[in-house]
């Protein structure tokens, strides 16, 4: 059975939102998601199954099991994310590639990685990535621990007031 989780990031991957406006945020998750509890700052950044996360760096924020196909930001060619996909798109050279690049980003960040993409023979950067399912990258995430599928716009809104930037979400399964 798989765990759901709604991921917020801000659409500039390097944008962390100030101390008060993560608390701001938090106060305003608590009336969204009143089965949380009382919200107590005295936990703070891990509050009931919300939780504010700061990288040092820029992550990549999976959908988890929902995040199975990437697009060449050059060609726009779509491949799984599984190890036969990325055989077939660039050998088994390209797969181990691939698997390196991605074991250095969740070291180190993601920022500044590049990748030769076998598809169009480009190279790009790992950041330029998209993918089939909201994923990103970001130095900041608010993991909502529910089931519930997204915000609704006027709440994205709000929560986009709040913290001073625009946001994206990520339904996530692990």
Known sequence: MSHHYLQLIPGDRQFVPTGDAQKKA???LFDVFPEKGN??????????GIEFKEFGNVQYISAGDNDRWAFCPSC??????????????????FEKTWRK???????????????E???????VYLTDLTFDSPGGFARFVIEIDTRQELLSTDERHRLEDILGCEILQI????
């Open 76 to 93: 726009r060619r779509q491949f799984a994310r599984e190890s036969e996909d990325l055989r077939d798109l660039g050998g088994r050279e």
């Open 39 to 48: 919200l107590s700052l005295e936990h703070f950044p891990d509050c009931n």
């Open 101 to 115: 690049t991605w074991n250095l980003a969740y070291e180190s960040g993601c920022e500044g990685l590049t990748l």
């Open 26 to 28: 938090a106060e305003y």
């Open 171 to 174: 339904q996530a399964a692990v």
């Open 117 to 123: 993409m076998p598809c169009c023979g480009q190279v």
